[in-house]
């Protein structure tokens, strides 16, 4: 099916489509969503934390009932309690050695309240309150249930605030009553802070009329009604700036005593705030992030177009090697896989043009040397002869004998590039032969080393193969030649004392490689794709040809190999000769 032209996702339509959809997402869930939860997530919190706070209040009250109990159970079978006890009450002791008995165990268990009374409930001993001696205490159902043998526990009302106290009888060795022993511990203004320090909620401790006897706040002692009012056990109310949640606790009787007031700042109007400005921060960093997100995107789409120019440039120099990465799989993607299959058309294009033309120029040399090499093989070979005649009538110090001598070299020099030439347009086929390849590379580097290294500074390091995977098929003359032409070159690169590295390796498709590599000054970039035209050299006038490679490169052609020259990272120039081992390959 194909759709309408305005349904197609073009690049702009993309760009467009990213951001009115960011704006929207960002509009119509964000500020909602954040206004939704942290509203649910802070009452949620903050009704978790004054749960958490109540029980911690629940345990450390009930750890305190426990706390008591056991001591006052502990205290009525205390020796000196009991002895000081049986001694006021049987024997009219005065009232000095009960008390101290008394302090004796606020010393020892650092416990502020402890009361000893007698068998009818009076007021033997106070540590916390002396002037309570002879106070008749029988009403106090704490110490009624004490007096009738039973440990009992509860709170009751006390000058600092409320006591948590527990009442245990006291029996003599034969198991009379003797009289009561009461602990107790406080919820006080120090319990109050005892608590505020665990949980960091204010707490308050209020009467059964909403009077505070305690607190953990100065200045809150007093307060009324409507702060302990304010909330319940089960949820959180609001008193000012507070949340608060409450306690209450009974006496004895279970009749209702008083409350613990648990009250915790409410922040989340200031929350709520600081949201606000977070949320038009958000908004603010989505819109500058959207703008972001387009220069970013357009950005990635030019780039390639960019490249795209670039690699036109290129192409136009005539780099036709150069190649474009696809990123993508839209059109500009497709474009650049057109624009590589054209770079390699060209190439390939490019490479059959120099062929052609490097054909050509065999095919013009060959013509230009058939045509003159007879013409100029004669004269030379004339001239050299009736020089040399010459040259025998003449005495050894005639002036006339030196010249005779230069003209008998530059002759020769003058022979040479003829032949050169005539080597090079009419390259033979090979004659192939299977023949050890570590051979025609030992004769060519003995006769390097007898006619150019003699007592030179060159070293030539050749790391050959076994004679049992080094058999190829190869004309053993031709090769030889192209191995001495190589070492010639390698040698001729080096200035000073070096070294020249042979070595032959094999290759999994059946072909032997043969490395030169020499320690030179290596070769221009410019010259690389030019080292094997006829002609080209960059050796001195009369030092060369240039026709050594350019036949080493027709030699390993005919045989169906190849030959190339590139530089050496660490410094000078590497041959590469590969060859096939059998004639098939060729």
Do not use: W
Not at 257 to 274: F, Y
Not at 440 to 448: H, K, Q, Y
Not at 539 to 553: C, D, H, N, P, R
């Amino acid at each position: 099916m194909k759709f309408p032209r305005f349904f197609v996702m073009t690049l702009s339509r993309k760009v467009i489509a990213v951001i009115v959809l960011t704006t929207l997402a960002a509009t119509l869930t964000l500020i909602p969503a954040v206004f939704y939860t942290l509203h649910q997530g802070l009452q949620g919190q903050r009704q978790r934390h004054l749960t958490g706070v109540r029980h911690l209040v629940e345990r450390l009250i009930e750890e305190n009932r426990r706390t008591v109990k056991n001591y006052a159970v502990l205290f009525g079978t205390d020796r000196q309690i009991k002895d000081n006890l049986y001694y006021y009450a049987e024997l009219a002791g005065e009232r000095e050695h009960p008390l101290n008995a008394v302090r004796h165990l606020v010393d020892a268990f650092g416990l502020r309240h402890i009361e000893l009374g007698d068998r009818t409930g009076v007021v033997v001993a106070d540590a916390a309150r002396p002037e309570r001696f002879g106070e008749d205490r029988s009403g106090n159902p704490l110490i009624g249930e004490a007096l009738a043998g039973r440990v009992a526990v509860g709170i009751e009302p006390h000058p600092d605030g409320f006591l948590l106290m527990a009442v245990a009888p006291i029996f003599h060795d034969e198991g009379q009553l003797i009289g009561t022993i009461s602990t107790g511990i406080a919820l006080d203004n120090d319990f109050a802070a005892m608590i505020r320090a665990l949980s960091g909620a204010e707490i308050a401790i209020a009467d059964k009329n909403g009077l505070v006897v305690a607190a953990s706040q100065a200045g809150m002692t007093g307060a009324m009604q409507p702060l302990s009012q304010a909330g319940s056990t089960r949820g959180a109310g609001t008193a000012g700036e507070y949340l608060i949640m409450t306690l209450p606790f009974a006496d004895f009787r279970d009749s209702p005593l008083g409350q613990v007031i648990i009250m915790s700042k409410d922040t989340l109007p200031q929350i709520l705030r600081q949201a606000n400005i977070t949320i038009l921060a958000v908004l603010g960093c989505i819109a500058l992030g959207s703008i972001l997100v387009t220069v970013f995107i357009l950005r990635r789409m030019l780039a390639p177009i960019e490249k795209l120019k670039s690699g036109a440039e290129k192409i136009g120099c005539g780099q036709f090697q150069h190649r474009i990465e696809v990123t993508s799989l839209d059109e500009i993607g497709g474009l650049a896989e057109v624009f590589n299959r054209m770079a390699v058309n060209l190439q390939q294009m490019r490479e059959v043009e120099e062929k052609l033309k490097h054909a050509e120029r065999l095919a013009s040399i060959g013509e230009f040397t058939a045509a003159t090499a007879h013409e100029l093989n004669n004269p030379i070979a004339n001239i050299i002869g009736l020089a040399k005649v010459v040259r025998k009538d003449l005495p050894a110090d005639s002036r006339l004998a030196e010249d005779l001598d230069l003209l008998v070299k530059e002759s020769g020099r003058c022979g040479a590039i003829v032949r050169d030439l005539l080597l090079y347009s009419r390259a033979a086929r090979p004659r192939r032969e299977e023949v050890d390849l570590n051979r025609p590379l030992d004769e060519a580097i003995a006769a390097l080393a007898q006619r150019h290294l003699a007592g030179g500074d060159i070293r030539i390091d050749f790391s050959r193969l076994p004679s049992s995977v080094s058999r190829i098929s190869v004309d053993p003359v031709q090769i030889e030649q192209v191995f001495s032409n190589l070492l010639l070159n390698a040698a001729q690169a080096i200035s000073g004392p070096g070294i020249i590295e042979v070595v032959i390796t094999t290759e999994p498709d059946g072909f032997l490689t043969v490395r030169i590599a020499d320690s030179g000054g290596g070769i221009l970039p410019e010259h690389l794709d030019k080292v094997f035209y006829p002609f080209f050299t960059t050796k001195k006038s009369g030092e060369g040809t240039g026709l050594g490679l350019a036949v080493s490169y027709t030699i390993v052609q005919a045989h169906g190999g190849t030959i190339t020259a590139v530089n050496r990272p660490e410094g000078g120039a590497v041959f590469t000769v590969k060859l096939p081992r059998e004639k098939e390959h060729a």
